[in-house]
């Protein structure tokens, strides 16, 4: 990561690319009049010349030519302007500038206030993240100096959010590592090795469970959706416990690092990004280590079980019951409805800890693309809570949907030889039947919320905003959002 400083909003350094926001007009954002100065008030003219439109995503580069001390204005696009900048414009409009930004070394943030430096700050580091790791000859971001130009560099409300906003880009590119990674070299074993070393550097409370733990514990799901890989599962479960907890919070996220489908096998355009299956467990895995960083005033309690769903003679089949932990027996009609029956052996262990809330995360089902598009997040359980955390997901610039879990569905995973089925005969509304399923798992009276983030975790097309290609480490701010607002009471 860069160092971040906030400097004062006259000071442009010589070896900076000068970012300024654009509005529709073309119109120039907040803080760009030192930049305007610095060109002798030809800024406009110059933005009217190359046509910016303000748009979200637009970017435009103005070559300086020795006309000002810097080398380069980067124009960003923020759209229409409604008075004060709002965070996630911000976040957005810095993001597609530093995207831009490859080779820059330096980047000088020339756009809005005090307010809006942590947005500033989190836009930058989460637009200039790169994956380079496999690449023959790695190259990580150049980007070594991050400056914020704001009225007052001192502002304590200023540098408490810039701080903030480096831990979240700090987990969002945590999740992002761990979703880009490779089955071959991320497995079960490995992530669990990876979890617990972020844990253990983070002061944490850490526990591996690996399979023979699990037998003797009776995780019967997750050893059975586990059985056909030559990876066994792990089940790993990290413990934040601050000095005075105003609340405590459990949290689960599904930890797939590859799935084949198993015997219900995926159709091959379906594979490649299933590395990304996985993404739920480091979302969480990044939010308790962001919420140890920040010191929050909460317990928070991990629970990520880990399996490769895979095909061999030993995996498990459609009509295989498993006894899950806690006792209950579940039939297994589709063997690529996987996620919910790790999560359901999870859910019950997180359950013992008598949390006063749950929250689970899970790339879990198509059914959620299908509603919802790759870049909202369904939100499913307590109305209350779910509300609630929609909300705090939204501010921290998610973009979450309330769904509901209608009673009737429970109907459609009745078994005629266990206790439960993991998925009907009937496939409609799928992304509401796993929350039910899921619902089933949760202790009485906790409320809870499920998030499916089958298609905002993974992006396969075009980068955006400060969106790479690729994983995107989704959730992880939702997630950390959600423990500050218990925080906060």
Known sequence: MPTVSLVSAASLDKD????????????????SAPVDEALGGRLLAALGALGATGKPDEVLKIATLGQAPFPVVVATGLGPNGGALGSEQVRRGIGAALRSLPDATHAHIAMGDASTAGAAVEGALLGAYTYTRYKSQPKSSALRRLTVGVTDPRDRDARAATRRAQIVA?????????????????????????????????????????EK????QGY???????????RPPRLVRLRYLPPRPRARIALIG????????????KPGSGLPHMKSDMGGAAAVLAAIVAAARLRLPVEVVATLPMAENMISGSAYRPSDVLTLRGGKTLEITDTDAEGRVILADAMVRAGEDDPDYLLEISTLTGGQVV????????????????DRVVAAGDAAGETLWAMPLPDHLR?????QVADIANLPDDRWASMLVAGRFLAEFVPD???WVHLDIAGPSWNGAAPHGYTPKGGTGAGARTLIAAVEMLASG
């Open 254 to 265: 599904k930890g797939i690092t590859f799935d084949s489908g198993g015997l219900n096998l």
């Open 371 to 386: 509603a919802l598009g790759n870049r909202v997040i369904g939100a499913m359980g307590d109305p209350d809570f779910r």
């Open 170 to 210: 700090d987990a969002v590119t945590l999740t992002r590592d761990l979703v880009n990674g490779p089955p071959n070299d991320l497995y079960p074993e490995v992530l669990a090795e990876r979890a617990a070393e972020a844990g253990q550097a983070a002061g944490l409370e850490v526990e591996v469970l690996n």
């Open 16 to 31: 900076a690319a000068v970012v300024i926001g654009v509005h529709p007009g073309p119109e120039p954002a907040a803080g």
């Open 220 to 230: 019967g799901g997750i050893l059975g959706v586990g059985a056909g890989s030559a």
């Open 411 to 415: 109907a459609g995973l009745d078994s």
């Open 213 to 216: 733990t699990l037998r003797r």
């Open 445 to 447: 009276g906790v409320p």
